[in-house]
């Protein structure tokens, strides 16, 4: 089970975390373990075990379950071995690049990632490489096993992550299947923001009914490297406020949050009709338009990205100082997602709420359920 005190728990080495590991997550920054990995890591290395565990995103799941993942695998042995379900072609490209950075200083674990939206025939290409984990989109990799491109039957280890967000996007049928296609697998973990009935569903049908269950509180999860600001004013001056504050950090970057698809591609008009270099992402943009936006803004020839909450989902961009809230979003875990786009690798950041008097109980609100505190400016 997992360890009951962790007071003295200060690294992951003490979590029994292997050295060839610990010296790659030092040196991307990675020192200190957060509440969810505390609790998952000691027990997934020790036992084989079903789970599930419940934590926003931006708490360091992708750690919790791939460093025991990567403890698992022989790289003697050519097949694969691993199993990650993302939602969104940019979270799997980015679980799979971190499970390569950890793995700088030891045996070669070759990670391959499939998704939609991209050529399959290349996809199959590079599945023909000694492959020990694979990190898909349910729908791409039902055609790759359906191509016979791809062989589970060695899998061990299944993990499904943002469960729920999975489920949103509609692959219900497609885990369904998936699963059922590893169902000799030894364990499954599975990491969700919430549990609704869908997934209560996959754990019963999929999962031991002895499956472990974590759940981070809500006030753990919210990075501590990160400053919540937030400025009064009426609507038709959050503009002006926003230009103001981009005017007063230059050569600084971030994300601006909108609650629909619509008021998104306002702001960033306005944003480039002022000489802000910026564009926007939504969940209606095709994948190559969404990849050609992305492309831009790693290489900074963006400087603002503006987002709605799902068309969000996934981003790992380093180096930004800087969320701003325009609208505040409908839920809480919304506001934690946002806000984990800034402070990453230990870094510190800023999430700075626009509101107007009314949306002041809201903030409130975050304080109490996030256990956060909010610093007037202006």
């Known amino acids: 089970m997992p360890i009951k005190n962790t007071s003295n728990v200060s690294t992951f080495k003490d ?31 020790h036992e084989v075990t079903d789970m599930v565990g419940q934590a ?34 940019e979270l799997g490209q980015q679980v799979a690049k971190q499970l390569f950075k950890y793995t700088k200083y030891s045996d070669k674990v070759f990670t391959e990632a499939v998704y939609g939206g991209a050529k399959i025939e290349m996809q199959i290409r590079n599945l023909t490489r000694p492959t020990h984990i694979i990190v898909a989109t349910p729908g791409r990799l039902i055609d790759l096993v359906n191509r016979k491109a791809v062989d589970l039957s060695h899998v061990k280890t299944i993990i499904m992550d943002e469960a729920d967000e999975m489920l949103s996007l509609g692959f219900k049928k497609e885990l369904d299947q998936i699963l059922s296609f590893v169902a000799s ?54 503009l002006h406020l926003l230009m103001e504050m981009l005017r007063n950090v230059p050569d600084e970057r971030g994300i601006i949050f909108c609650k629909t698809k619509v008021a998104a591609q306002k702001l960033t008009k306005q944003l480039i009709a002022k000489n802000v270099p910026a564009d926007t992402i939504n969940g209606d943009l095709r994948q190559l338009e969404r990849d050609k936006v992305m492309r831009a803004f790693k290489n900074e020839s963006l400087r603002i990205l503006v987002a709605t909450d799902l068309a969000a989902r996934g981003i790992d961009v380093q180096g930004l100082t800087f969320v701003v809230h325009y609208q505040l979003p409908d839920q809480d875990e919304y506001y934690t997602h946002r ?17 107007t008097s009314t949306e002041l109980k809201v903030l409130k609100y975050y304080e109490k359920s996030l256990g956060i505190a909010f610093n007037q400016v202006k």
């Open 56 to 89: 926003q995103t931006g708490t360091g799941k992708t750690a919790a379950f791939g460093l025991p993942l990567l403890h698992r695998i022989d790289t003697k042995k050519n097949v694969v071995q691993g199993l990650v379900l993302c939602p969104t072609r």
């Open 339 to 355: 806000s984990g786009r800034t402070a990453r690798a230990g870094k510190r950041g800023i999430s700075l709420c626009l509101v």
């Open 185 to 238: 697998a030894e364990e499954r973990w599975l990491f969700s923001a919430t549990m609704p009935h869908g997934i209560k569903e996959i754990v019963n049908n999929h999962l031991s009914s002895e499956a472990a269950r974590i759940s981070v509180s809500s006030k753990n999860q919210v990075n501590k490297n990160i400053e919540h600001q937030y400025i009064i004013c009426e609507e038709n001056e959050k």
């Open 15 to 45: 979590l029994g975390i292997a050295e060839k590991y610990t010296k790659g997550l030092s040196e991307m920054g990675i020192i200190e373990p957060t509440p969810i990995q505390l609790q998952v890591i000691p027990m997934l290395l």
